[in-house]
T-cell receptor, first 113, second 113 residues
Framework: AQSVTQLDSHVSVSEGTPVLLRCNYS??????LFWYVQHPNKGLQLLLK??????LVKGINGFEAEFKKSETSFHLTKPSAHMSDAAEYFC???????????FGTGTRLLVSP | DTEVTQTPKHLVMGMTNKKSLKCEQH?????MYWYKQKAKKPPELMFV???????INESVPSRFSPECPNSSLLNLHLHALQPEDSALYLC????????????FGDGTRLSIL
């Protein structure tokens, strides 16, 4: 079985400050982990993916995430938030042999000037 | 611009109407998906097609009927929908069905009167 817990439903930051969106996962198999972003009235865009290679994964738009097996975590970070980062972020888990993605409940990132 | 194209972007229909949602990708992906997304919720998987064959139906009511005419196209036929079916319908594709990143379209916003 697989599951994902996004620990914060909302995160508020000021422009130019760091972003941390937290995600814990559970998987009986070697997981593949993804972060997606969804802007209003848009589809989901892949930010980054972990598939058992390097544990520190760099994505688009300055985001990165670190896979920590001992903590079963895959937190998303960015050094400096931009206004355009305001959106909904989903942490997602899957595993080889599974056709489904398992989504977290999402974290809404709010960025103030 | 997304590589998965969905039409129409918006659709308003009555409960007795028949309509279809269309999805197209030209990335050579062999797996395609339909999701339903309600406001402030993660996407919910409806159907998975792998190599043009239906491989997963998540107990979706028969008023939703998927079709995969070829490897690039995916349709969702709608008939006798209910007001609770109003949602954003997302199409996605991936290289194979499995633990791989999915590419999403921008969705069709469906409203049932």
């Amino acid at each position: 079985a697989q599951s994902v817990t996004q620990l914060d439903s909302h995160v508020s930051v000021s422009e130019g400050t760091p972003v941390l969106l937290r995600c814990n996962y559970s998987s009986s198999y070697s997981p593949s982990l993804f972060w997606y972003v969804q802007h209003p009235n848009k589809g989901l865009q892949l930010l980054l993916k972990y598939t058992s290679a390097a544990t520190l994964v760099k994505g688009i738009n300055g985001f990165e995430a670190e896979f920590k097996k001992s903590e079963t975590s895959f937190h998303l970070t960015k050094p400096s938030a931009h206004m355009s980062d305001a959106a909904e972020y989903f942490c997602v888990v899957s595993a080889a042999g599974f056709q489904k993605l398992v989504f977290g409940t999402g974290t809404r990132l709010l960025v103030s000037p | 611009d997304t590589e998965v194209t969905q039409t129409p972007k918006h659709l308003v229909m009555g409960m007795t109407n028949k309509k279809s949602l269309k999805c197209e990708q030209h990335m050579g992906h062999r797996a395609m998906y339909w999701y339903k997304q309600k406001a402030k919720k993660p996407p919910e998987l409806m159907f998975v097609y792998s190599y043009e064959k239906l491989s997963i139906n998540e107990s979706v009511p028969s008023r939703f009927s998927p079709e995969c005419p070829n490897s690039s196209l995916l349709n969702l036929h709608l008939h006798a929908l209910q007001p609770e079916d109003s949602a954003l319908y997302l199409c996605a594709s991936s290289q194979e069905a499995g633990a791989q990143p999915q590419h999403f379209g921008d969705g069709t916003r469906l409203s049932i009167l």
